[in-house]
């Protein structure tokens, strides 16, 4: 069945970097489009990055253009993204999920758990 499984996420200072990965199985993982998504307490979840199937595209929300950065592996099934610069404003829960304009599972079970950003001094 379709899994999603994040990791990655910590306590990190104001400016400080984080990489975070997703595993994903149960589709074919080589021919969608992989985004990642946030979701802060008392907030909608918002789209932070995408990446075409073969990597040639990506897209970020804009209050991350120019900090994150999102790659990743066909052959691993893994999505990546590169925070960089990380703000007061960017601690959420992190999640991955297939698609470009909207996630393509949407069922809430097959949202992965997720991985805790938090960004503090």
């Known amino acids: 069945q379709v899994q999603f499984v994040e990791s990655g996420g910590g306590l990190v200072q104001p400016g400080g970097s984080l990489r975070l990965s997703c595993a994903a199985s149960g589709f074919t993982f080589s021919s969608v489009a992989m985004s990642w998504y946030r979701q802060a307490p008392g907030k909608e979840r918002e789209l932070v990055a995408g990446i075409t199937s073969g990597g040639g595209s990506t897209k970020f929300g804009e209050s991350v253009k120019g900090r994150f950065t999102i790659s990743r592996d066909n052959v691993k099934k893994t999505v990546y993204l590169q925070m960089n610069s990380l703000k007061p404003e960017d601690p959420a829960v992190y999640y991955c999920?297939?698609?470009?304009?909207?996630?393509?599972?949407?069922?809430?079970?097959?949202w992965g758990q997720g991985t805790q950003v938090t960004v503090s001094s």
């Open positions: 999920n297939a698609g470009w304009e909207r996630p393509l599972f949407n069922r809430d079970d097959y």
